[in-house]
Each structure stands twice: as C-alpha cells, then as structure tokens.
C-alpha cells in the first residue's frame, strides 16, 4: 500500500471535486438564505420556460419570454431589483457560474485558460439545448398544448432537454474526437452532478416549506416522505449491495475465468457506484493501473446506454404509474455513476409526472423532484460504501490474498475515500429541515411570512441552478463518451460480463428490493393548488 502517514483529515480540501461540489452547492444556499437579511443576491438564476414562435391570444410562452429571471417571480425581498433583465439573466448566470467554476478549477489546478473557453462553450451549447428542447412541440402534453395553439406535443416535459443536450454530447464526443478533447478539461460530469446532488438536498429540505405555502397537511406529509425515502434508502442498498457484488465477482470469476483482481475491480464497478469504486478497488487490490481505467471506460459508456434506456422502461413498462418512488429506488441501484444515474432520476421524474398528469387528465400532479430523491437517495447510500468497501477489500488482500510483512492498512482510508459531496446533500437537507421544524414551527401559518422568505432564497438554488447543472452533466457525459471503446478486444470478456450482471441479475434484484422497501410511498397531490 503507498504511505498515506501525511494525509490529514482536512486534505484535498481545496483541491479535490467532491469538496469543490460542496463548496459550490453549499455556497450559493447560504447566498440563497441571505434573503432572511433582506439581501437578495442569487434572484437573477434563469432557466427556461415553455415556448413557442406564435402564441394564441392570451397564451403564455412567447419566445421572447422563454427565459427569465427566476427572482423577477419568487424574491420576496426585492421582487423589483430584477424585474426586466429577461435575456440578460442568462448573462448573469454565465458570469456567477464562470466565477465559481474557474475558482475551483484553479485549485485543482487544471489548465485555467482551457477550462474558461470549454466551459464557456459547453455553457452557452447547454442553454440553446435547454432553449430548445422547451419548445411547445417538445415539451408540452395533450392538457396544456392547446394554449401553445398545437393539435400535438411529445408529451416529454422537461425531460426533452436532457435528451437533446445528451444528443449534442454524443455526437462531439463520436464524430468530432478533436473538438471533444480540446471540451474536455471543462466536460466534468462527475463535478457537475455532484454539485447538482448538493442542491438536490435543498429541494428535499426545501420540499416541505413550499407544501406548506398550499397546506399546513401537505407540508407535513412532504416532511415525513422525505425522512422515509432516507430510511428505505438505506436499508434498501445495504441488501442490495450485499447481493450485487458477489453475484457480479462470481459472474467475472467462473464463468468469463478473469483474473481475481479484475474480477474484483468489475465487481465494484459494476455493482457499486461506477468509476469512483472500479478506481478505489483498483487500489486496494493492487489491481495494475489499467484494470481500473478500462473498467472506468467501461462503466461511463454502460451508463449512457442505461440512461437512455432505462427511464422509458420504469415509465412505460413498470406495472403501475402508483408506485413511482419504487420505480425511482430501483433505477438508482441499476445506473452506475452518479451523472448517469442522477440524471436517468431526473429524466424519469419528468416522464412519470408527465404520464400522472395526462392519464389523470389533470387531476393528479405531482411536485417534482421526488422520483428524482429516490433515485439518487440509494446511490447516495451506495457512495458512502465505496469507503468501507475499499477498506475491507484493502484488509482482506493485505492480511490474506497478497501479505507483505510489515504491510498495514489505515482505517483513515475510509475517511479518504468517503463521498465528500455527500455531505454537501444532507447538510443542506437537514438545515431547511431544521429551520420547518424549527423557526417554521412545522409550517404554521404564523411562521409563513418567515418561510416565504427561506422559500424565495432556495427557489433559485433548487430550481435553476440544480436544473443547470443537470443540463452540463448531460452534455458532458454525451461529450467524453466514446462508443467504439466497446469494440476494442481489450474489453471483450468486460463487456459481456457487465451485459449479464447489468440485465440478467442487477436490474431484477433492485426492483424487488426497491419494491419490498418501499412499496405504497405515495406522493403528495397538489392538482388543487396549481394551474
């Protein structure tokens, strides 16, 4: 094992991705929160709306509106400051996010100036897809298309957005190899749907504060979801985890006959969470450098593949629309990676509500995010193993499989190779949950004015900037995926095994352990308390 006597517990602070998410995602919530101050600073965060070139008398979507200022909507601090600014929020969300993003690049000292011009074009490249894809044709459902003065929609909601913005990713990153490298130093998937992760813990402490603004009932039903799903989480990959892993080592072991380190570098990265565990397993086993490599290649292009295909499965083929979360839990233990994987939540939180919405002609909408919660709340669970996993990998080939006198393991390598942005989503999470049930007094209606103003600071964090950073991480994944790594000979017996594991064994354990932990959550119906 490599000496790791000088690591502290404060190292990579300042230079590692995981804390560079937290301190993006927490940063912007506590400049969120300086509403409570009177001091709105993040109100100008922008994202799409629905749209179309000729709109109906009296319709809403015009073009020229298809953007706009979040605070313009929801501060209610300074509901005035931003009204206008329309195209030029985009502006200002490019330049708060350049500011933030090139600071953390400069820490981790990545080429600066090549990070800038890629981020820069990756940026503007995910606001026209995002534009685009909020076209009324895209869009829309058979409820609401009318009023965009269109006889047909594609019903995807959303979800349309992230497919195109995959869509554009693809086809640099296959057809335009040269302009997908130079893109590369600012493609970081991982970064961006981790940051994105962190703001997802503010939608679900921010969940029950909005429901309480419709009733004091639904806040507290949201309240109670939310700390189920984090329950049923838990207890749900701890099962399944003790399952994938052996399955998927035998799988390599005895029936493709690949070497024992191999065998249980796949493993990881095949049951667990993708890159971060082939690469922490890789160095656990002693694995040679390029096990982990071509198991990471691997497992970035599997989930492409899972991220297209799996959320119109739970949406279309699932038995029941009734059990979304389940539907949720059980794509969140099946996607490896945390980009595909939290993306494929979001992706299918968007079908899901959609589908609700038409095959209940109206009368049953759900918030969004929730679907999304579940998926990403098992993955969650399933990153802060990749630690323990190490550790006990590291014990076991250590003390047992290859023992070098002297040779010991620090149980500090749990530290290190724990998540980091992790606590980034349950800080966030918890501390709106402590200002509902504290200052908010669990949503009563003398403490609404307070939570009105926690809700206008949260608002942009939870809404466009998390919406945002899903957007790069589709593009980014799109733009450093390369397909033809799944021809080369060097992963022929990879391949196959991820295949089997992936959709003979993975895929229907998570759906009977997603089902058995957390079948009949329900969400909360808010058709009454929107348009």
């Given at each position: 094992?490599?000496?790791?006597?000088?690591?502290?517990?404060?190292?990579?602070?300042?230079?590692?991705?995981?804390?560079?998410?937290?301190?993006?995602?927490?940063?912007?919530?506590?400049?969120?929160?300086?509403?409570?101050?009177?001091?709105?600073?993040?109100?100008?965060?922008?994202?799409?709306?629905?749209?179309?070139?000729n709109v109906p008398e009296g319709g809403?979507?015009?073009?020229?509106?298809?953007?706009?200022?979040?605070?313009?909507?929801?501060?209610?601090?300074?509901?005035?400051?931003?009204?206008?600014?329309?195209?030029?929020?985009?502006?200002?969300?490019?330049?708060?996010?350049?500011?933030?993003?090139?600071?953390?690049?400069?820490?981790?000292?990545?080429?600066?100036?090549?990070?800038?011009?890629?981020?820069?074009?990756?940026?503007?490249?995910?606001?026209?897809?995002?534009?685009?894809?909020?076209?009324?044709?895209?869009?829309?459902?058979?409820?609401?298309?009318?009023?965009?003065?269109?006889?047909?929609?594609?019903?995807?909601?959303?979800?349309?957005?992230?497919?195109?913005?995959?869509?554009?990713?693809?086809?640099?990153?296959?057809?335009?190899?040269?302009?997908?490298?130079y893109l590369s130093e600012a493609a970081k998937p991982e970064w961006y749907?981790?940051?994105?992760?962190?703001?997802?813990?503010?939608?679900?402490?921010?969940?029950?504060?909005?429901?309480?603004?419709?009733?004091?009932?639904?806040?507290?039903?949201?309240?109670?979801?939310?700390?189920?799903?984090?329950?049923?989480?838990?207890?749900?990959?701890?099962?399944?985890?003790?399952?994938?892993?052996?399955?998927?080592?035998?799988?390599?072991?005895?029936?493709?006959?690949?070497p024992r380190k191999t065998a249980a570098v796949l493993g990881s990265g095949i049951s667990i969470c993708g890159v971060s565990a082939a690469v922490a397993t890789g160095g656990a086993v002693r694995a040679k450098p390029v096990v982990s490599i071509m198991v990471s290649a691997l497992v970035v292009v599997w989930a492409v593949i899972e991220l297209v295909v799996l959320p119109g499965f739970f949406t279309h083929v699932w038995p029941k629309t009734a059990d979304p979360i389940v539907a949720g839990a059980a794509m969140g233990m099946s996607v490896k990676t945390d980009g595909a994987d939290a993306a494929?939540?979001?992706?299918?939180d968007e079908f899901m509500r959609n589908k609700i919405a038409v095959e209940s002609n109206g009368t049953v909408i759900w918030p969004e995010g929730i679907i999304t919660a579940?998926?990403?709340?098992?993955?969650?669970?399933?990153?802060?193993?990749?630690?323990?996993?190490?550790f006990v990998l590291a014990m076991v080939w250590v003390y047992r499989i290859d023992r070098r006198p002297g040779?010991?393991?620090?149980?500090?390598?749990?530290?290190?190779?724990?998540?980091?942005?992790?606590?980034?989503?349950?800080?966030?999470?918890?501390?709106?949950?402590?200002?509902?049930?504290?200052?908010?007094?669990?949503?009563?209606?003398?403490?609404?004015?307070?939570?009105?103003?926690?809700?206008?600071?949260a608002v942009p964090i939870e809404g466009p900037m998390r919406k945002l950073f899903f957007m790069l991480t589709f593009m980014s994944l799109g733009i450093i995926t390369d397909f033809k790594k799944l021809k080369e000979a060097q992963f022929g017996k990879m391949v196959w095994v991820y295949f089997v594991a992936l959709f003979i064994f993975i895929i229907p354990i998570a759906m009977i352990v997603a089902y058995l932990f957390h079948h009949g959550m329900q969400i909360p119906n808010i058709a009454g308390y929107v348009q």
């Open positions: 094992m490599a000496d790791l006597t000088n690591r502290r517990w404060y190292t990579g602070m300042l230079t590692q991705e995981d804390w560079w998410a937290v301190w993006l995602g927490v940063g912007f919530f506590f400049l969120g929160l300086l509403n409570l101050a009177g001091i709105d600073i993040v109100g100008f965060l922008t994202y799409p709306t629905k749209w179309v070139f809403k979507g015009a073009i020229g509106h298809a953007f706009y200022a979040i605070g313009k909507k929801t501060s209610m601090v300074s509901k005035e400051f931003y009204k206008g600014m329309g195209w030029w929020s985009i502006i200002w969300t490019y330049v708060a996010f350049t500011i933030a993003t090139c600071t953390g690049a400069a820490f981790m000292r990545w080429n600066l100036k090549r990070f800038f011009i890629g981020w820069t074009i990756i940026y503007f490249m995910t606001i026209a897809t995002w534009f685009i894809g909020h076209h009324g044709f895209i869009a829309a459902n058979k409820i609401n298309m009318h009023k965009y003065g269109l006889n047909f929609a594609l019903s995807l909601g959303g979800g349309g957005s992230f497919i195109l913005a995959l869509i554009v990713g693809l086809i640099i990153g296959n057809f335009f190899k040269p302009f997908a490298i749907i981790k940051t994105a992760i962190v703001t997802l813990g503010v939608k679900l402490g921010y969940l029950p504060i909005k429901l309480a603004g419709f009733s004091h009932k639904l806040g507290k039903e949201a309240a109670g979801l939310t700390f189920d799903l984090f329950i049923a989480g838990a207890a749900a990959t701890i099962v399944a985890y003790m399952i994938f892993w052996p399955i998927t080592y035998l799988i390599a072991r005895k029936m493709f006959n690949l494929a939540g979001e992706l299918l579940s998926a990403v709340m098992t993955k969650v669970w399933i990153d802060m193993f990749i630690g323990i996993w190490a040779e010991t393991v620090l149980a500090s390598e749990i530290w290190h190779r724990f998540p980091k942005f992790v606590l980034g989503y349950f800080f966030c999470w918890f501390f709106l949950l402590a200002i509902y049930f504290g200052p908010g007094q669990g949503g009563s209606a003398d403490a609404m004015p307070y939570l009105k103003t926690v809700k206008a600071g």
